[in-house]
């Protein structure tokens, strides 16, 4: 009998183009070695082009989906995405209260998802405080790029010395943990990565790409690291591997349709491309 893999659970939304959301998380999930469980929280119409749809999931479904693959199945570590409203923020906190995800129990990666990278919103500004009273106190990492960090703070990041006062600043909102990502910080040669506990900065630094084929790359570092963690990484090597993994992602990414295509996690499965080629 084969040993069953660690879980991980993505609390997000679906994008239908399948380079961000659920999507990306779970294949990212499979290309390393963990079982991808989902609670949904929305469903996007969205495509390479753009966002122009989106349904929300009623919260106590979305909270019951959490609980019925904790409870049967167990997490070894999760991570939430686009959560779009306050009432949706509210109960999965509820819910990973009762199943003992976050505040120091099973690793709790938040993803502040708050638009598409064309700039279509992902979530209502009513649940701006939902996020730092109910998600960023319970939160082992909180995962912000700087569009994200100018929302919950109100400061613009333009230097990587910004980017340190950023993270000082989401550490006080309560997390354990704070990554600041610099993907959007496009006047710098490289991507840094800035990893912050309120004592301790950790810098993780990449290539940059000249590619415009980046959907998905927040989803993708952000589900590698609940994978890492889920495998008994503390919270420092997990971004490490993650950071390593995002970059050839970004390596391998590839074009869909008219506009722009995802990161690819499948460059870990190199034998992909050609299996069942007739
Ligand atoms: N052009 C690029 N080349 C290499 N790495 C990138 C590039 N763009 C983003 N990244 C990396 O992808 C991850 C997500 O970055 P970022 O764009 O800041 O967040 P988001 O995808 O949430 O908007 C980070 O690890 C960042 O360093
Ligand atoms: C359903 C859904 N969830 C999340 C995103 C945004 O994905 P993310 O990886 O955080 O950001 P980009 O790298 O694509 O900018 C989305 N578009 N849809």
């Known amino acids: 009998m084969t040993t069953t893999p660690p879980r991980t659970l993505t609390i997000a939304g679906s994008d239908s183009g399948g380079c961000a959301g659920l999507q990306q998380d779970l294949r990212t999930f499979f290309a390393c070695g963990v079982h991808g469980l989902t609670a949904v929280t929305a469903v996007t119409v969205q495509n390479s082009l753009g966002v122009t749809g989106v349904h929300t999931v009623p919260p106590e479904v979305v909270a019951a989906q959490v ?3 904790a409870t049967d199945i167990g997490v070894q570590a999760a991570k939430t995405g686009m959560l779009a409203t306050a009432e949706i923020i509210e109960a999965v906190a509820g819910a990973c209260d009762r199943v003992h995800i976050g505040r120091g129990r099973t690793p709790f990666v938040v993803d502040p998802v708050a638009a598409s ?10 649940a701006m405080d939902s996020y730092r009273t109910l998600l960023f106190p319970r939160a082992t990492l909180v995962t912000p790029n700087l569009d994200e960090v100018r929302l919950f703070t109100g400061l613009d990041v333009t230097t990587r010395a910004q980017q340190r006062d950023a993270a000082r ?21 490289e991507c840094l990565d800035l ?7 950790h810098e993780f630094v990449g290539p940059r790409f000249a590619t415009p084929h980046v959907h ?15 495998k008994g990484h503390d919270v420092v090597s997990a971004v490490a591997a993650a950071k390593d993994f995002i970059v050839e992602s970004v390596r391998a990414a590839y074009p869909v ?6 990161v690819s996690p499948l460059w870990r499965l190199p034998d992909a491309a050609t299996f069942l080629t007739p």
Do not use: N, Q
């Open 67 to 69: 609980e019925a693959v």
């Open 169 to 189: 600043a989401l550490h006080d909102l309560g997390p354990e943990w704070v990554l600041v990502k610099g993907g959007h910080l496009r006047g710098d040669p």
């Open 257 to 262: 349709g008219a506009g722009v295509g995802p």
């Open 117 to 126: 990278m064309h700039g279509e919103p992902l979530l209502h500004a009513a």
């Open 195 to 201: 990893l912050y506990d309120g004592t301790d900065f």
């Open 216 to 230: 998905g790359s927040g989803d993708t570092l952000a589900s590698t690291t609940t994978a890492a963690l889920a």
